[in-house]
């Protein structure tokens, strides 16, 4: 029976309950972070394991993504049909199951139907701790999306940092994944927490319909960020190693440097967000981008400069997604497929940035990876210049709209 029954709608959710129920959405956030994360220092292990070269082996990120993509089409309907918080517990238990998995397959094309598989489960979490945290705090939602994404860099952050203490071991990449699964697997007790109630179809001031132009704008934006740091946070282990800047250790930490200014970097834009407008956010975030990775463009071969550019790209990259959520309510009604839409860019841009950058990689060297994130982040900011455009006419009528009548 689907969910969202009259009935199920009156429920109401008492400030306790919405705090517990916050904080199993952050810790699904660390979840899904971990498992996201595990993945680039582990790639040369990974095409070790399965006798694979890095530019073949490069496809785990495109599959994985278009795994979020198809997950993410799926994702919205099944909040609205079922109880969210069951569904979410699922992909966590699947997500944890799909990990443990991950070093036991032997050859690269299971291999790429294991990351599709986990990339699924990704999209359909993903979709539903934005959704949810949405119905639960209806228009307070800013600082609590922000907690949520900055809870996610807590995931991307501790994971190469355990990895690098194990995957160096004999046996370190199966006990890598066992005790990544482990630590992912309790967040699935969300279930045991009442689950809101999808919103209502509601009415939004354009007549109840949304702009098709915007919905493409906002999702290239979302897809020209998740491209930059899920190639960057994905290779610049390998682009440390194969430039001969590091040991596998170091290596490690560089993307550590990467998740945690970028983890950062979202504590740091709560007050922001209280000061200045979302375009303006994003436009400093962009360019702040673009600025750091001249430290590598300059210096390639100086693990200081990469070290610098880890930092830099982290921090300004930190608060484009919630930024662009916030941004999105101002411009229109977020219903869940609406958001589904967003994460089908989102996962399109870390499907699509990080395979060229693997097939450039080793055609071209690792430097090419610089190359790439600045085209990427220039295509984004010719983007946010459309989207201004079209949106000015919207944005004189318009108030954020975020509605609360499920709750």
């Given at each position: 029976?689907?969910y969202?029954?009259?009935?199920?709608?009156?429920?109401t959710?008492?400030?306790?309950?919405?705090?517990?129920i916050?904080?199993?959405?952050?810790?699904?956030?660390?979840?899904?972070?971990?498992?996201?994360?595990?993945?680039?220092?582990?790639?040369?292990a990974?095409?070790?394991?399965?006798?694979?070269?890095?530019?073949?082996?490069?496809?785990l990120?495109?599959?994985?993504?278009?795994?979020g993509?198809?997950?993410?089409?799926w994702?919205?309907?099944?909040?609205?049909r079922l109880r969210g918080?069951?569904?979410?517990?699922?992909?966590i238990v699947?997500?944890?199951?799909?990990?443990?998995?991950?070093?036991?397959?032997?050859?690269?094309w299971?291999?790429?139907?294991?990351?599709?598989?986990t990339?699924a489960?990704?999209?359909?979490?993903?979709i539903?701790?934005?959704?949810?945290?949405?119905?639960?705090?209806?228009?307070?939602?800013?600082?609590?999306?922000?907690?949520?994404?900055?809870?996610?860099?807590?995931g991307?952050f501790?994971?190469p940092?355990?990895?690098?203490?194990?995957?160096?071991?004999?046996?370190?990449?199966?006990?890598?994944?066992?005790?990544?699964?482990v630590?992912?697997?309790?967040?699935?007790a969300?279930?045991?927490?009442?689950s809101?109630?999808?919103?209502?179809?509601?009415?939004?001031?354009?007549?109840g319909?949304?702009?098709?132009?915007?919905?493409?704008?906002i999702?290239?934006v979302?897809?020209?960020?998740?491209?930059a740091s899920?190639?960057?946070?994905g290779?610049?282990?390998?682009?440390a190693?194969?430039?001969?800047l590091a040991?596998?250790t170091n290596?490690?930490?560089?993307?550590?440097?990467?998740?945690?200014?970028?983890t950062?970097?979202?504590?740091?834009?709560?007050?922001?967000?209280?000061?200045?407008?979302p375009?303006?956010i994003?436009?400093?975030?962009?360019?702040g981008?673009?600025v750091?990775?001249?430290?590598?463009?300059?210096?390639?071969?100086?693990?200081?400069?990469?070290?610098?550019?880890?930092?830099g790209?982290?921090?300004?990259?930190a608060s484009?997604?919630?930024t662009?959520?916030?941004?999105?309510?101002?411009?229109m009604?977020?219903?869940?497929?609406?958001?589904?839409?967003?994460?089908?860019?989102?996962?399109?841009?870390?499907?699509l940035?990080?395979?060229?950058?693997?097939q450039?990689?080793?055609?071209?060297?690792p430097?090419?990876?610089?190359?790439?994130?600045?085209?990427?982040?220039?295509?984004?900011?010719?983007?946010?210049?459309?989207?201004?455009?079209?949106?000015?006419?919207?944005?004189a009528?318009i108030?954020?709209q975020?509605?609360?009548?499920a709750?």
């Amino acid at each position: 029976m689907p969910y969202n029954t009259h009935m199920d709608r009156q429920k109401t959710l008492a400030p306790k309950e919405r705090g517990y129920i916050t904080a199993a959405y952050y810790a699904s956030f660390v979840a899904m972070g971990i498992s996201m994360a595990s993945l680039g220092p582990t790639l040369p292990a990974l095409a070790e394991n399965t006798r694979a070269g890095l530019g073949a082996i490069g496809i785990l990120f495109t599959s994985r993504s278009l795994g979020g993509l198809l997950g993410s089409v799926w994702g919205g309907q099944l909040y609205d049909r079922l109880r969210g918080h069951r569904v979410m517990a699922l992909m966590i238990v699947s997500m944890a199951v799909f990990t443990a998995l991950t070093p036991f397959v032997p050859l690269l094309w299971l291999l790429v139907g294991v990351l599709f598989i986990t990339g699924a489960v990704q999209g359909i979490l993903n979709i539903g701790g934005n959704a949810l945290l949405v119905w639960v705090h209806g228009n307070k939602v800013g600082p609590f999306m922000n907690g949520l994404h900055f809870f996610f860099g807590v995931g991307t952050f501790i994971t190469p940092i355990i990895v690098a203490q194990l995957i160096a071991r004999q046996g370190g990449l199966m006990w890598t994944y066992l005790l990544l699964a482990v630590i992912i697997l309790p967040t699935a007790a969300l279930a045991l927490l009442p689950s809101p109630a999808s919103p209502r179809a509601a009415q939004s001031i354009n007549g109840g319909k949304n702009d098709a132009w915007l919905i493409v704008l906002i999702s290239l934006v979302f897809g020209c960020y998740n491209g930059a740091s899920t190639s960057f946070g994905g290779w610049v282990y390998t682009y440390a190693l194969n430039m001969n800047l590091a040991n596998v250790t170091n290596a490690a930490y560089l993307t550590s440097v990467f998740w945690g200014a970028l983890t950062l970097g979202r504590l740091a834009a709560i007050p922001l967000a209280f000061r200045f407008s979302p375009r303006a956010i994003l436009r400093a975030d962009f360019v702040g981008a673009l600025v750091s990775l001249l430290a590598m463009l300059f210096w390639p071969r100086s693990l200081s400069a990469v070290a610098i550019t880890s930092a830099g790209l982290g921090f300004a990259l930190a608060s484009i997604y919630p930024t662009t959520m916030s941004l999105s309510g101002q411009l229109m009604t977020l219903s869940g497929r609406v958001t589904g839409l967003f994460a089908i860019g989102s996962s399109a841009g870390a499907m699509l940035v990080p395979w060229v950058t693997g097939q450039y990689f080793e055609s071209a060297g690792p430097q090419s990876m610089t190359y790439v994130l600045v085209v990427d982040l220039l295509l984004a900011l010719v983007v946010l210049a459309l989207l201004a455009r079209r949106a000015a006419p919207q944005q004189a009528k318009i108030q954020p709209q975020i509605h609360t009548d499920a709750l």
